[in-house]
DNA sequence: TATATATATTGCAATATTACGATATTGTTT
DNA sequence: AAACAATATCGTAATATTGCAATATATATA
């Protein structure tokens, strides 16, 4: 036990459920605050606005990427980060979906 | 170390996080999706939806409530469940902020 | 009141996550 | 080539999550 029984969830409730979980962490979520701020994608930088050492920070990059969130491109000597649109459009759409079937439902319980 | 650093964060960036976690495991995906097929809040009959345990579902039930993303109400002798709003609107709303800036710039980068 | 039904809690084992120091890797600059 | 800079990986300790059997709690019904 302790290890999430993947098998037994479509593939769709496994998708989004590895995109929500990309996002459970705040440094996560700063990370992706912090690349909509800047104007580009950012290069570098990214060490600097966390209050986290250099590895746990890369760990969370690749966490972010490997749920497709972001994307990065070697550029010389450092890694240019962005927001990966896909990735986040897939999971914005289960908010809307969700939201636009309450919207119908409303008043209808509870 | 192995907890997170949630002191290093703002409120919003760890209220985000934890309603994202909460949906960052396939049956908590699935029971909100069945929370949302079925026409009005279910009483009962979530266990026999999912592959777990009855102390299982109760876990993820009590997870999802918690986070604010559902709540539930004493029916005699079930419990009726019900998807939050509020919950659902917060974290749906980092979304749409995220893609809206992101419609701005697009083409800017990458 | 006794029994059945629905849900919650406890306790525990297996696994996953978080964090970081130390080190490796890769590209840049002198 | 040597030194530097940025990022990734390894190893490991602390903590959290997942899952379920066993048990508890609460309401319903015979």
Redo the contacts with the bound molecule.
């Keep these: 036990?302790?290890?999430?029984?993947t098998d037994h969830f479509t593939d769709n409730q496994n998708e989004l459920a590895v995109l929500a979980?990309a996002l459970?962490?705040p440094?996560r979520i700063a990370i992706m605050e912090y690349l909509l701020k800047v104007d580009t994608c950012i290069?570098?930088?990214?060490?600097n606005e966390l209050p986290?050492?250099?590895?746990?920070v890369?760990?969370?990059?690749?966490?972010l990427k490997s749920a497709g969130l972001i994307k990065?491109s070697?550029d010389?000597?450092?890694?240019c980060y962005c927001i990966n649109e896909p990735g986040l459009e897939k999971i914005k759409g289960f908010f809307e979906h969700i939201s636009a079937h309450l919207e119908k439902k409303r008043n209808e319980c509870c």
Tied chains: 1, 2.
């Design positions: 036990m302790g290890a999430t029984k979980k459970g962490h440094a290069c570098g930088d990214i060490v986290l050492s250099q590895p746990t890369s760990q969370h990059l690749k966490e990065g070697i010389g000597n450092s890694i």
